[in-house]
Structures are given as structure tokens and as C-alpha cells.
């Protein structure tokens, strides 16, 4: 979900503000959870534009293709559900995937619960008995959190950080699936919607917080058929080569000979190199007639 995308831009504050001289732990902290708040708070409000942009793009598609149920495509996780049944059948290694949306929601649900323990942990820990200030030098300090220091000061929030590590690594494994599933399934709604670059537009969607601004610009575009365009074009390469080197029993038929006036190529001359009256096989004007 793009809105745990959006806390890591705001966070970029945090990484400032924890380099900057502290004069106590308590007020290094108080500033942390400050920060904290209006990074959540700027991130739900780019997640809600976003939503109703891609609402709105989802909308418009849905309608000229008679889904009833395009209000889901204001809702998260419906969002991804109406994208899948837009995008139609998905290709995954040769494997045809029928619903991807389904399966793209089902991993994108298991990230946001993983994102959201994460964050709960995170806030947990946001104690000033949990920190320690460190010198680097002169005018410049951080705060650093020490695990050493729960178990020590509040050894019943222990069992927090063993929690926080397995959530670190099923985050990772979350957010991978969740892009793999996610980078199958736009590619096939791109495909439909925006041929020209169906692969960028799939990454856009997939990597970067911007699905609903993507959705929202190809809102107009009519939908095409990927497989019967492909054919075309193959039909159509297919035409050309046919016209550059002709489809007669021969096979390549040679354009004019470039050379003629130096007394080669077929001008005057029969299939096997020798003159139009069945004479010699070679000519006095070919240097190769001996061969």
C-alpha cells in the first residue's frame, strides 16, 4: 500500500533531526515522536489524494467496461481488486494467471499487517529509558536506540524485540511478493491501456507511491487486445519482408545490381554466370571467369 511508501520520503527529516545537538535524551525524544506524527500524518494525506485519483481513473474505465461494482476502486484494497479485473488474464512465466488481483490483494493485505506491527513496535519503544545519546563530536550528537536497555529497564517489553526482528524479515519477504504480484499484474492492465510503454507504467505502479496519478492519466484510453496486436504487428513485418525480398520460388529477389556496369549480375547474362547465347561460361571482362 502506497501509504507506507510515503512515510519513508517525510522520514528523511528524522535521520536530520536525530544529527542535530541534543541537550537531554527526553526532549531528543519528544522531538523523535513530533516527527513521527507528521510523517504519518503527510503520508495519510498523499495516500487519500492518491486514492481518490486512482478511484477516479478506476471509475471511468470500469464504467465503459459495465462493471457495476466500480466504487470499490475508492477503497483500499478494492483498488487493487477492480485493477486485476480490468487487467483481466496475467501471464507469469508462461503460466496464465486468471485472477491477479486477487492474488496481488491477498499479499498486499499480509504487508500492510506486517507494516502496521512494525509501526506499533516502533512507537513502544519510543521511551527515553530505551535511549542513549551519543558524541560525535563537539556540536554534534545523536540519539541512539539500545536494545541492551529494555532488557535491562523494562525486561517485560523483552519479548518486543525478538517480535520486531521476525517483523523486519517477514517485511522483507512481504514487500517482494507484493512488488513481484504487482509488476505481473499491471503489466497485463498496461497492456491493455497504454501499449506504448506498458512495462514503465508497471513499474511507476508498482515501486513507486504514484498508482493513482498513473491510473487517473490513462483513464481515457481505450483498452486493446495485447495478443491481437501483436499479430497485427507480426502480420505486418511480415508484409514488408515479403515486399523487400519478394515470396517468389527464388526466395530473396535481388534489387537492381548496383555493379552491373562493371559486367556482373544477371544483365545480358544467363542464371549460370554464362552469356545470353549459351557461349563460354565466363567472359573476357570477368577477372573470375577461370573459377
Keep these: 500500500m502506497e501509504f507506507f511508501d510515503w512515510i519513508s520520503v517525510p522520514q528523511l527529516v528524522l535521520t536530520f533531526l536525530q544529527s542535530t545537538k541534543a541537550n537531554s535524551v527526553g526532549e531528543a525524544v519528544e522531538q523523535l515522536k513530533l516527527v513521527w506524527i507528521i510523517c504519518l500524518a503527510s503520508a495519510g494525506a498523499l495516500y487519500l489524494v492518491g486514492l ?14 459495465c462493471i457495476s461494482y466500480w466504487w470499490i476502486g475508492f477503497l483500499p484494497f478494492g483498488n487493487t481488486v477492480l ?12 503460466v496464465k494467471m486468471k485472477q491477479p488481483g486477487i492474488w496481488a490483494v491477498i499479499a498486499e493485505v499480509f504487508f500492510v499487517l506486517v507494516e502496521v506491527g512494525l509501526l506499533v513496535t516502533t512507537f513502544l519503544f519510543l521511551n527515553e529509558e530505551f535511549y542513549d545519546i551519543v558524541e560525535a563530536g563537539e556540536e554534534l550528537s545523536y540519539i541512539e536506540f539500545k536494545p541492551n536497555l529494555v532488557k535491562l529497564k523494562a525486561p517485560e517489553y523483552a519479548w518486543l524485540l525478538t517480535l520486531n526482528t521476525v517483523l523486519q524479515v517477514l517485511d522483507i519477504f512481504a514487500r517482494v511478493t507484493l512488488l513481484f504480484l504487482f509488476l505481473v499484474m499491471f503489466t497485463a492492465f498496461f497492456r491493455k491501456y497504454y501499449l506504448r510503454g506498458p512495462f ?7 515501486f513507486l507511491p504514484v498508482r493513482g496519478f498513473v491510473l487517473f492519466a490513462v483513464r481515457n ?32 529477389r535481388d534489387p537492381a545490381d548496383p555493379f552491373s556496369e562493371f559486367g556482373g549480375g544477371n544483365n545480358g547474362n544467363g542464371a549460370d554466370g554464362g552469356n545470353a547465347a549459351g557461349g563460354s561460361g565466363g567472359s573476357d571482362d570477368n577477372p573470375f571467369s577461370d573459377f
Design 52 to 65: 481518490l485519483f486512482g478511484g477516479l481513473g478506476l471509475m471511468r474505465m470500469a464504467k465503459s467496461k
Design 83 to 94: 485493477a486485476g479485473k480490468l487487467a483481466g488474464e496475467a501471464n507469469m512465466f508462461g
Design 200 to 206: 514503465l507504467m508497471a513499474f511507476l505502479c508498482s
Design 221 to 252: 484510453n481505450t483498452p486493446v487486445d495485447y495478443n491481437a496486436y501483436m499479430r497485427r504487428r507480426m502480420e505486418e513485418i511480415q508484409r514488408r519482408q515479403q515486399q523487400m525480398y519478394g515470396s517468389g520460388a527464388g526466395g530473396y
